[in-house]
């Protein structure tokens, strides 16, 4: 029945273009919605994208490159296996959307009547979650070198909450792109011995975590806040729904630097928006990680798996599988306290250059007791252009030649609910 669908949808779209008196399709009438839909996010001044998609002019150099990119699928970046899960956020063309756009840039992408464009998207530029109520930058700017490694850098930088703050929106920006390959801005709370000493608005490297003990990375000391890679969007989250970030909180800047042959200088910044009312229920970003595999030498199939367990009845919003050049695949599989079994997420072709969330497009009930199942395979071997070292066994660790296994997830819960509750028990690690 899918197949029929598709074809019919196909045999349609053949049938709009030759009952247009056989005319191709154009940039005005046919290709800018579908950019303004799947691509603009991305493709605009001051984000990810390498060039803007705003325009006929910005787009015209592109139209062979674009079809390309979209027969073989490369873009829209999306690597969700289409078999498990529906997601609010999937950026995938139709296959008549494939076709229009294969058959602009074939006819040498005509621009069209402009009179037929669709109204421009209102973006706010150098944000993707509107005008911020509230910005923090970096206390002081950090100077990249052209060359060498950069330990992670830390910077703790005081909210000046006198009173509990709901967070509906959140995204953190670098302003050099070119040079990072990470943040995270985390809430550390008042009482929180965590970096305790460090004086705020200075960087600082924090030891690297090696051991054989779980990395932590519950809500203690420290709650995940937002996060910025290539491919991760603003936290966004619905209407009566928020993050919390109490009275005299900091948040605590983690920034990977990767030089890039040139000297720069960045001065991250962090943008907020506040919860109109008072929410109804809070969301929290947590994770189930694995942090004690070592993986064999030119070993093209190492799996490591890891669960979490939530400690009462929460909703699951959304998934954001973690790895570095040698991830090959990540699972995300639910075990109800039944025994019953789900599988939500499989990215059978992990990228690490493009890091997605994944939003369902409806949370999922998990009663109290359910775990959270991760299941990932790295490939060591030779053949992984991506692969720093065949011969390494590698091991947990920060820098990209290192590797991470981590299950991030979104849990909803009622905003009254102490975290105490959902997390009664540590993300279990296994081999």
Same mark, same amino acid.
């Given at each position: 029945?899918?197949?029929?669908?598709?074809f019919?949808c196909l045999?349609l779209a053949a049938?709009?273009?030759?009952?247009?008196?056989?005319?191709?399709?154009t940039?005005?009438?046919?290709?800018?919605?579908?950019?303004?839909?799947?691509?603009q996010?991305c493709?605009r001044?001051?984000?990810?994208?390498?060039?803007?998609m705003?325009?006929?002019?910005? +787009?015209?150099p592109?139209a062979?490159?674009?079809?390309e990119?979209?027969?073989?699928r490369?873009?829209?970046?999306?690597?969700?296996?289409?078999?498990?899960?529906?997601?609010r956020?999937?950026?995938?063309?139709?296959?008549?959307?494939?076709?229009?756009?294969?058959?602009?840039?074939?006819?040498?992408a005509?621009?069209?009547?402009p009179?037929?464009?669709?109204p421009? +998207?209102?973006?706010?530029?150098?944000w993707?979650i509107?005008?911020?109520?509230?910005?923090?930058?970096l206390?002081?700017?950090?100077?990249?070198p052209?060359?060498?490694?950069v330990d992670?850098?830390?910077?703790?930088?005081?909210?000046?909450f &006198?009173?509990?703050?709901?967070?509906?929106?959140?995204e953190v &920006?670098?302003?050099?792109?070119?040079?990072v390959?990470?943040?995270?801005?985390?809430i550390?709370?008042?009482?929180?011995?965590?970096?305790?000493?460090?004086?705020?608005?200075?960087?600082?490297?924090?030891?690297?975590v090696?051991?054989?003990?779980q990395?932590?990375?519950?809500?203690?000391?420290?709650?995940?806040?937002?996060?910025?890679?290539p491919?991760?969007?603003?936290?966004?989250?619905e209407?009566g729904q928020?993050?919390?970030i109490?009275?005299?909180?900091?948040?605590v800047?983690q920034?990977?630097?990767t030089?890039?042959?040139?000297?720069?200088?960045?001065?991250t910044?962090?943008g907020?928006?506040?919860?109109?009312?008072?929410?109804?229920e809070r969301?929290l970003?947590l994770s189930?990680t694995n942090g004690?595999?070592?993986?064999?030498?030119?070993?093209?199939?190492?799996?490591?798996?890891?669960s979490?367990e939530?400690?009462?009845?929460?909703r699951l919003?959304?998934?954001?599988p973690?790895?570095?050049g040698?991830?090959?695949d990540?699972?995300?599989?639910?075990?109800?306290?039944?025994?019953?079994?789900?599988t939500?997420?499989?990215?059978?072709?992990?990228?690490?250059?493009?890091?997605?969330?994944?939003?369902?497009?409806?949370?999922?009930?998990?009663?109290?007791g359910t &775990?959270?199942?991760?299941t990932?395979?790295f490939?060591?071997?030779?053949?992984n252009?991506d692969?720093?070292d065949?011969?390494?066994?590698?091991?947990w660790g920060?820098?990209s030649?290192?590797?991470?296994?981590?299950?991030?997830?979104?849990? +909803?819960?009622?905003?009254?609910?102490?975290v105490?509750?959902?997390?009664?028990?540590?993300?279990?690690?296994?081999?």
């Amino acid at each position: 029945m899918k197949f029929a669908s598709c074809f019919l949808c196909l045999a349609l779209a053949a049938v709009v273009r030759v009952s247009e008196a056989g005319q191709p399709p154009t940039f005005a009438k046919d290709v800018a919605p579908i950019l303004q839909r799947e691509c603009q996010t991305c493709h605009r001044p001051g984000e990810a994208g390498p060039f803007s998609m705003l325009t006929y002019q910005a +787009v015209r150099p592109w139209a062979m490159a674009m079809k390309e990119a979209v027969k073989t699928r490369k873009m829209p970046p999306w690597f969700a296996d289409p078999r498990y899960g529906k997601f609010r956020n999937g950026h995938l063309l139709s296959d008549a959307e494939i076709q229009t756009i294969s058959d602009w840039a074939d006819a040498k992408a005509p621009e069209g009547n402009p009179n037929d464009l669709p109204p421009p +998207v209102d973006w706010v530029e150098g944000w993707q979650i509107g005008v911020p109520d509230k910005i923090y930058r970096l206390s002081i700017p950090f100077d990249v070198p052209a060359s060498g490694v950069v330990d992670y850098q830390h910077i703790i930088v005081p909210t000046g909450f &006198r009173e509990d703050t709901w967070i509906q929106a959140a995204e953190v &920006r670098p302003t050099d792109r070119a040079v990072v390959h990470h943040i995270i801005a985390f809430i550390r709370e008042p009482k929180s011995s965590w970096f305790r000493g460090q004086a705020p608005g200075q960087f600082f490297i924090a030891p690297q975590v090696k051991t054989k003990e779980q990395p932590d990375t519950s809500p203690l000391p420290s709650d995940f806040l937002v996060g910025y890679a290539p491919g991760q969007p603003a936290e966004i989250l619905e209407p009566g729904q928020a993050k919390l970030i109490k009275a005299g909180s900091d948040i605590v800047f983690q920034v990977h630097y990767t030089p890039n042959g040139h000297a720069t200088r960045d001065q991250t910044q962090l943008g907020v928006i506040f919860a109109k009312n008072q929410p109804k229920e809070r969301v929290l970003t947590l994770s189930a990680t694995n942090g004690t595999f070592q993986i064999p030498p030119g070993d093209p199939d190492y799996r490591v798996d890891a669960s979490f367990e939530v400690g009462a009845n929460v909703r699951l919003s959304g998934v954001h599988p973690h790895m570095h050049g040698r991830g090959k695949d990540f699972l995300y599989k639910l075990v109800f306290p039944t025994n019953e079994t789900q599988t939500i997420l499989s990215v059978p072709h992990y990228n690490w250059h493009w890091q997605n969330w994944y939003t369902f497009d409806q949370p999922i009930f998990l009663p109290k007791g359910t &775990r959270i199942e991760c299941t990932a395979h790295f490939d060591n071997s030779a053949n992984n252009p991506d692969n720093a070292d065949p011969a390494k066994t590698v091991t947990w660790g920060e820098q990209s030649w290192d590797e991470m296994m981590v299950g991030f997830f979104n849990l +909803v819960f009622p905003a009254d609910v102490p975290v105490q509750d959902i997390v009664v028990k540590k993300s279990a690690a296994r081999r």
